[in-house]
Nanobody
């Protein structure tokens, strides 16, 4: 299993970024996939996840209405469109494969190396 994120960078508050995650080594369409983030000194926070066909999406309250998750199963790629970015969105963002969801909380078994998102003026 390999997950490779890209698309992070430095953006001003209110700006946008689109993260991508290229997946390989497993049947991509068979799994829920998600994005998690980590701020230095804090734990992992799940951001969003999507079912295998892209029909059902879920978002943390902190990003609801600003972020949009999507997937292209033909390209085996997961996306996260981030709009209206805030300084508190600054984190290392990981793409992750989900193995189970309990009470809307996802559990992951594989994740990538992460891509840094920094929101600052």
């Amino acid at each position: 299993v390999q997950l490779v994120e890209s698309g992070g960078g430095l953006v001003q508050p209110g700006g946008s970024l689109r993260l991508s995650c290229a997946a390989s080594g497993f049947t991509f369409s068979s799994y829920y996939m998600g994005w998690v983030r980590q701020v230095p000194g804090k734990g992992l926070e799940w951001v969003s996840y999507v079912d295998g066909v892209g029909g059902d999406t879920y978002y943390a309250d902190s990003v609801k209405g600003r972020f949009t998750i999507s997937r292209d199963n033909a390209k085996k790629t997961l996306y996260l469109q981030m709009n209206s970015l805030k300084p508190e969105d600054t984190a290392l963002y990981y793409c992750a494969r989900i193995i189970k969801i309990i009470a809307t909380k996802p559990e992951y078994d594989y994740w990538g190396q992460g891509t840094q998102v920094t929101v600052s003026s």
